[in-house]
Every structure is written in C-alpha cells, then in structure tokens.
C-alpha cells in the first residue's frame, strides 16, 4: 500500500493505462486540513481505494478525524471526532497516451468530479464537503459540558451581549438573589 501524506492529490497517468477493474490503495494521513474560514480537520487517517472505470476512476475513502468545535453549550472549543466513508467518480478528461480530450460532453457539467489534464486526482473538495456534512449542527462537548457558564452570561449585560432568552432570565434571577 502506497502512503498519501499530507496530500489529497495522486497522479494516476499509471492507473489509466491498466485495464478496467484494477485497484491502487493508498494509505491517507492529513495532519491538518483546512474545512472553513478558521476551521480545520487534524489527525485524518484512513485508506484512499482508487478502481479503475471504463472512463475514469471510482475513489472510495474511509477516513476518521477530529474538528476543533466551539461547544453550543458551554461555548469551549473541544474535539469532535468524526469516522466518515464516501465514493466518487472522477471522470477521464483527457487520453493518458495522446494528451487528447476525452468525453467532450461531460466537462460541460460543472458537478462532475473530474481528473485533471495532468492526470491527477485530488479527492481533497469532496473530503471537506464530507467531513463538513458529518459535524454535527448544533456541537456538544458531550456528557461532561460543564453547561453554560452562568457567570460569563451575568457580567455580559442584558443590553450588550445577545444572550438567549431563557440563559438571560437564569441570569437576572441570579443577579437578584446577589442582591438581597
Ligand atoms: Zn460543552
């Protein structure tokens, strides 16, 4: 088994040229990998299976990880782990031997996943597309939250902070017992 690291990209120009059916496995080891603006995937580890199609190649990926995720709780940023597996086809654009396009029709579909002109295929849109849709909606940092921080909320000021409705009466009824 080949190793990946650090990359979501293989040149697969080999892979074209065998016959159809043939499988390539790659060992995948993100250390980091950018989802969002501000949001990163750390320590992905799995297996990349490349099959080759009649007019391209089918890429299966299972890939565990985590996600550094502000709690919607507690709002402390903790590690969500997420355990994905996906495939995609990614069609031929261009022949291997003579450099010439192939499948005119199809590079007219803009969704299609496509091997580039200098045969690599980089599975790396489709693994943040992936991971981004297993992240929970709303992040918990499980059994162990803390719960929301009562005191943050009261010194945060009904006027400045947005604060949820039922967390800022939490928070007035403290202030009034503080009071007495
Ligand atoms: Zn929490």
Redesign the pocket.
């Known amino acids: 088994m080949q190793h990946l690291c650090n990359d979501t990209a293989i040149n697969v120009a080999g892979l074209l040229k065998v016959q159809t059916g043939q499988v390539r496995e790659f060992e995948l080891a993100l250390d980091r990998f950018p989802l969002d603006v501000g949001l990163f995937a750390v320590d992905v580890a799995g297996e990349l299976r490349l099959t080759r199609l009649r007019d391209g190649i089918m890429a299966r990926v299972t890939v565990a990880g985590t996600v550094d995720l502000e ?1 919607a ?2 709002l ?1 940023v ?1 590690q969500q782990p997420f355990d994905i597996a996906f495939s995609e086809e990614y069609r031929q654009t261009v022949d291997v031997y003579t450099g010439a396009g192939v499948e005119a029709e199809v590079a007219t579909d803009e969704d299609t996943a496509r091997i580039d002109d200098n045969h690599l295929l980089d599975i790396g849109e489709v693994l943040r597309q992936e991971i981004l849709v297993a992240l929970p909606m709303r992040p ?2 499980g059994e162990r ?2 719960g929301p921080d009562l005191a943050a909320i009261r010194w945060s000021g009904d006027d400045e902070a947005p604060v949820d409705g039922r967390l800022a009466a939490l928070a007035r009824l403290l202030e009034e017992r503080d009071g007495e």
Do not use: H, I
Request: net charge positive.
């Open positions: 709690c709780r507690c402390r903790y918990d940092c939250c803390p």
